[in-house]
């Protein structure tokens, strides 16, 4: 609620009463009081007079807009956390907790919210997540490398990284046309809008032909099995027979468990892979998992070649 509200962000402004935060704010002085005074007896904001409140360490963490960004309760946040709060309700009815509390599945919802999908595809991109690293290759040899393309790629922040360090690639972005319609600052900004293309359009429809590089980062896991292996198959129909398809996110060395898995399950009925479990996903799709390993950032990246035929 404190973030919602930007509570942080107006004491860092020199607004410390209550009565003048609550009306900076927008709402109940008493309210937000109470709720004040909880935090601080549990380490978060100071009180160093009676109704006057101050930022401590733990309530400075309340200025990053990361932070803000996935804790907006008006925004995509407040749909992750009744998500959340109905994990009971995924494990009775083995579904996405999200249908039933939203009354509709996750991207139908964002389709019919469009604050809610601007929320969610800022909360992707490098005011959520930072900067993702450019170097997606697990050997780095980008130099069969000419066209790239980023399937399901949000706002082209990864494929703007891509393009920028390197100057010899052309890129094309495929994402819902929302989205795309959010990716021509991200070009712009990182000069190289001249070597991006920006069909609108779904990874389940057939994806532009003939590349030598289809990323994936952050996809696969939103999808239960089918999905997942019919993007992982739109993306064997499209890529060129020495390309390859690079996927970062979503698939893990050992057991895939964890928040993020739970996330995916209480969101989309999507999940996190092992790589054996990942593996057959790909043979289903006619992919052969060639490569896979950490980065130096940690980043883990599975590496896909069109499977040998006959
Ligand atoms: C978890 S986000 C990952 C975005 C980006 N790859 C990243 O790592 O930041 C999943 C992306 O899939 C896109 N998406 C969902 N359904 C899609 C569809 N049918 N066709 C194309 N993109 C879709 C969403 O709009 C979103 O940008």
Known sequence: ????????????????????LAAAAGCDQDVLHRVLGHLVSRGVFAEPAPGQFALNEAARGLLDPALVLGLD?????????HAWGSLLTAARTGRPAYDTVFGRPFWAD?????????????????AGHGEPDPEV???????AVRTVVDVGGG?????????????????????????????????????????????GGSFFDPLPAGADLYLLKSVLADWPDAEAAAILRRCAEAVSRTGRVVVLGGVTPGAAAGESDLLMMVLLGGRQRTLAEF??????????????????SGRYVVECRPAPTG
């Open 1 to 20: 609620m404190v973030a919602t509200l930007r509570i942080a962000e107006h004491i860092a402004d020199g607004t410390t009463d209550v009565d003048k």
């Open 137 to 143: 290759l697990l050997d780095g040899d980008w130099d």
């Open 73 to 81: 309760l008006d925004g995509f946040g407040g749909r992750m956390a």
């Open 155 to 199: 706002t082209g922040t990864l494929l703007a990284g891509v393009l920028r360090a390197r100057p010899a690639t052309t890129g094309i972005l495929i994402d819902l046309p929302r989205t795309v319609a959010r990716a021509a600052g991200t070009f712009d900004s990182a000069g190289v809008a001249g070597r991006a293309t920006t069909p």
């Open 279 to 296: 593996a057959e996903l790909a043979a289903r799709a006619g992919l052969a998992v060639t490569a896979s390993g950490r980065q130096p």
């Open 110 to 126: 964002l389709d019919a919210h469009p604050d809610i999908a601007a929320s969610f595809d800022a909360l992707m991109g490098p």
